[in-house]
């Protein structure tokens, strides 16, 4: 697989079966959930499924699926649910070198639980399925935070070592 901005270089081609907890950033609207790098991708309260928007240009058919019998993730493809498997030092703010941004701004990290056709790498996975269960509240963002927790059903941490303890539980 190819690097992709996200920094998950490493990413085994294979299968996994399984379920899993990680580390995630997502963009905070209201209160609601925003993908950070799909940023038009809204997690629902749910359970939010990944799907593949990516396309091939075929010279008869035009521009096609990528994959459009399978769902997301696939083999070879950037599609689906991303969580890191490392925590990083919530002090100093989020991975710039894995996230690629500068701007922190209405930003949230926490724990998402992922299952379902996923892909195991170095640094993280990437999931069919997802749901958030835990998100970390900050001085700066304390109330957005609680609602949003309150409307997506997972919990709120205060202390990075509690979120650590959240991606240490079975998924």
Known sequence: MSNHDTGF???TRELAVGA???YRVWRMSGARLIGWWYTTYEWVP???EAACSA????LFKGSRSRHPDLPAPHRDCRCG???LHDPWDFDDGLPAHIFGFSDVSNVVTGVAAGWGRAFRGEYGWRAQFAKPVALYRTQYFGEQVDRIAARYGCRVVDRPDDLIATVRQQA
């Open 81 to 83: 649910i991303y969580a």
């Open 46 to 48: 749910a359970v939010s």
């Open 20 to 22: 899993w907890r990680g």
């Open 55 to 58: 396309k091939r240009w075929n």
């Open 9 to 11: 270089t490493g990413m």
